[in-house]
């Protein structure tokens, strides 16, 4: 069910300032990849090309091809609310919508779909909560409000509300960056549970939590102040952080630079 | 948590048990091919080593990616850093192991070992087999009782060696110069084993402790 | 070795530089309480002065006044009540409300997510200026233009819609100067303050919810359904308090507008039938008041001041408990 991404050529622009340039990669199926680079990078507005969310900021525009398979998300008559539909999305700071309980918070991507018969929400809701193991949890307290756990359990019930639509692709922005050091590795565990049903792609400024999580890393970085972000090496993992092919992702990674 | 990193790191643990094993029975297999002439057998010894060569290379391959990508602390990062020397250690065991067989090779069909220090070299290698098994249970329980006695099992072969010396220089040596050389080689690679052996224990000691301390200090009374 | 640098040891006396600073606090200190106490005084004197001038008038009614219609408390015996003047507020403030709440909650929702970012600031001071307008400008331009201008809207919903008691014109009715022309015009006066308050409490929805929204695939209108309207309710239930609140003392443009009489009916479009509110009551009758005359129309603003005390209360609890809410997330 989940799908191969191909990057072609991807830039994206904020009104004329370019961010990104020249993107091009591929994400294949059930892995976690992560993005990694200093700040100002461009890799989390790469991450938002991916879903065409970089398009909702007034006078942002991308142009390249992002493939789905075989599908050009940026293609003719591709609708940008639909493709959000099939990719899901985790931001940096848990935003669980805060007047709604639990179960709706869950169920919110559902009946947006239309999706309105109770026992079929019962089952989702479960099953999502289940997925980001958040279930055993929450599970007496489904119709209180989502505001009120604590930063991981927001963030797991994030992750479920995401998973609810059953989504090809998992975007994660950050996620355990407000996070306290116990969760964050809870949600690194879930990660590796979910690459199997879902293809991921996180972007951290966490290098170490790169290296733990990640089965392939690609690192972006810009030449000075005002170029656009571009991505320097993209490659397996354990390659990367032993022996990475260029002189700047090392850099980066041994902290000569950035 | 972190499910797939304890895994990983008690998987490099297992690699090392593993070779353990191995070069004990090299040393031991090596011992019987000296002693009783046995081609088959020194050869099995050499060709085995490729065996402990192979896994002494993806032990270190695994251990840097451990580092690299899982930044270990406290016992962990003790207990990689120390499988990193470990496992030189029991290569080098196992390399000796093979120096032994070689000489058994060399002379065949002739036995290497005159008769009268038949019983020493037995007493050598079988002490030398046993520490090289006791090593692999002292990584495997990091028990430091069991470490320190691995100490005096070096004595053993330490005064072992000293006799061979002895024998060698008392004035009635008439084999010749190439069996006395022979023996000399022997004795050496034998008691350059235990010493390796001997890391092994203090490696582990330090794994356990966190620092380099006397692993005689833990013998049990 | 050389000669010791230390500096002295701190002053930790108050003396010195110490002393000036702490008796400039105190003077401070003392200004603002007084201006708190101040204001204090002046809402417990103008509560005292409406007491007491408009007990004695009360007791001097010889109808009941919160039940009688006319207003005639000169006359002997004196009559008045304050019934038609609380009906025609109330009624001419909701129907304001009414018609000017959707407006003003477009108008913000407009600003704060759909319009341009360069348009965005330009139409929120065009919405705040509306506010600046004086009350009796709007007065004069709801007489002179709005009145007869809308014969013709008025006279079509009488003739489509008459079946609606509300637009019912029966047989003496006629359009003009009606309820209905003078609760527009406040409408228009109270469509300001809502909007620029629904603008700020939209504002302050925060960007990651709408985010989330779109992330899971909602169309614009979903995303303002799932993250900014729920988010708001609260702080918009304020705002239209509020706007309420100044609907409920409008004077002037009312008095100007409205043709006035002390009827209670709901036929908002009939001319013949007009209305009254307290303010606007007090407007009009207050030059040719005698003295128990003017108490009397005092012992109605005191209702007016006690029932919109009790909406801007309620609009402040309101909007105070949308606030901690947010915070809380």
């Known amino acids: 069910m989940s799908k191969r991404i191909v990057a072609e050529d991807v830039n994206a622009f904020y009104g004329s300032f370019r961010a990104i340039a020249g993107v091009s990669l591929t994400i294949e199926p059930n892995t976690v990849t992560a993005l990694i680079g200093p700040s100002g990078c461009g890799k989390s507005t790469f991450l938002r090309t991916i879903n065409r969310l970089h398009e909702v900021i007034p006078g942002a525009r991308v142009e390249g091809k992002v493939m789905l398979d075989s599908e050009d998300l940026y293609g003719a008559g591709v609708d940008a609310v639909a493709v959000r539909r099939t990719i899901g999305m985790v931001f940096q700071r848990p935003n669980p919508f805060p007047t709604m309980s639990i179960y709706d918070n869950v169920a919110a991507g559902l009946r947006l779909n239309g999706i309105k018969n109770s026992k079929v929400l019962d089952e989702a809701v479960e099953r999502s909560l289940r997925g980001a193991n958040l279930w055993n949890e929450v599970k007496e307290r489904l119709a209180k409000p989502g505001a009120g756990l604590s930063g991981g359990q927001q963030q797991r019930l994030c992750i479920a509300r995401a998973i609810a639509v059953e989504p090809q692709v998992l975007l994660m922005d950050e996620p355990c960056s407000a996070l306290d050091p116990i969760s964050t590795l809870a949600i690194e565990d879930l990660m590796t549970d979910l690459k199997q049903r879902y293809t991921i792609v996180i972007v951290t400024h966490n290098m170490q939590q790169a290296a733990r999580v990640s089965d392939r890393t690609g690192f972006f970085s810009l030449e000075a102040t005002g170029e656009p972000g571009r991505l320097i090496e993209i490659d397996t993992t354990e390659k990367i952080f032993s022996n990475p092919s260029e002189k700047r992702t090392e850099d980066y990674i041994t902290g000569r630079f950035g | 948590m972190r499910t797939s990193y304890h895994e990983q790191l008690a998987g490099v643990g297992d690699g090392l048990i593993e070779m353990s094993r191995l070069v ?6 090596a011992t019987t091919a000296l002693l009783d002439a046995d081609l088959d057998a020194a050869e099995a010894v050499i060709v085995a080593d490729e065996e402990v060569n192979k896994l002494y290379r993806q032990l270190d391959d695994e251990a840097v990616q451990l580092l690299a990508r899982q930044q270990p602390v406290a016992t962990d990062l003790r207990a990689i850093v120390t499988a990193l020397r470990m496992s030189s250690d029991l290569e080098r065991v196992g390399d000796y192991a093979v120096h032994i067989a070689k000489v058994a090779r060399r002379r065949h069909p002739a036995t290497v070992v005159p008769v009268e220090l038949r019983a020493t070299i037995l007493e050598m290698g079988q002490a030398a087999t046993r520490i090289a098994v006791k090593a692999g249970t002292v990584i495997a329980t ?20 000293a006799s061979l010396f002895a024998t060698l220089l008392d004035g009635n040596w008439d084999h010749g110069v190439e069996a006395a050389i022979d023996v000399a080689l022997l004795g050496r690679y ?12 203090h490696a582990v000691t330090y794994l356990v402790t966190g620092e380099h301390s006397d692993p005689e200090s833990y013998a049990s009374e | 070795m050389t000669a010791s640098t230390e500096r002295p040891p701190p002053d930790l006396s108050g003396g010195g530089l110490g002393a000036t600073r702490r008796v400039g606090d105190r003077v401070f200190a003392a200004l603002t309480t007084g201006a708190g106490v101040l204001v204090l005084a002046l809402i417990v004197a103008i509560g005292a002065f409406l007491l007491t001038k408009a007990i004695p008038a009360v007791q001097k009614d010889s109808t009941n006044f919160f039940t009688t219609k006319l207003w005639q408390p000169d006359n002997d015996p004196s009559v008045f009540g304050i019934a038609a003047l609380v009906f025609g507020t109330l009624l001419s403030s909701i129907i304001a409300l009414v018609v000017a709440g959707p407006i003003a909650i477009g108008i913000a929702l407009y600003i704060s997510d759909y319009a341009p970012r360069r348009l965005a600031t330009p139409i929120g001071y065009l919405v705040d200026l509306l506010a600046a307008v004086p009350s009796v400008v709007y007065g004069l331009w709801g007489l002179l233009f709005l009145a007869p201008h809308s014969d013709k809207f008025q006279q079509f919903l009488s003739d489509h819609f008459g079946f609606i008691p509300l637009f019912d014109l029966g047989k ?12 527009l015009v406040l409408a228009i006066m109270i469509l300001p303050i809502v909007a620029a308050i629904s603008r700020e ?9 709408r985010e989330a929204a779109l992330a899971l695939g909602a169309t614009k209108l979903e995303m303002i359904r799932l993250a900014v309207l729920p988010y708001s309710k609260s702080g918009v239930v304020g705002a239209l308090m509020l706007g309420l609140g100044r609907a409920l003392g409008e004077t002037i443009a009312v008095a100007l507008v409205l043709s006035l009489s002390y009827s209670t009916s709901f036929h908002i479009i009939d001319a013949n039938v007009g209305g009254n509110t307290i303010a606007a009551n007090i407007a009009s009758q207050y030059q040719a008041a005698e003295p128990l005359g003017q108490r009397a129309l005092i012992a109605s603003g005191l209702v007016l001041f006690v029932i919109t005390f009790a909406v801007n209360a309620l609009a402040r609890y309101v ?3 949308s606030g901690k809410r947010a915070a809380a997330v």
């Open chain 3, 172 to 183: 003496n009715g006629v359009v003009g100067r009606s309820m209905m022309i003078a609760s």
């Open chain 3, 201 to 209: 409490i939209f504002l302050q929805v925060p960007q990651a919810n």
């Open chain 3, 319 to 321: 909007v105070t408990r």
């Open chain 2, 142 to 161: 990091r028990d430091l009782a069991l470490a320190a006695q691995l100490l005096a099992d070096d004595d053993t072969i330490d005064d072992l060696h």
């Open chain 2, 24 to 29: 004990g029975s090299a040393v031991s297999k």
């Open chain 2, 190 to 201: 034998y008691e350059r084993l235990a010493d390796h052996a001997v890391s092994v224990s």
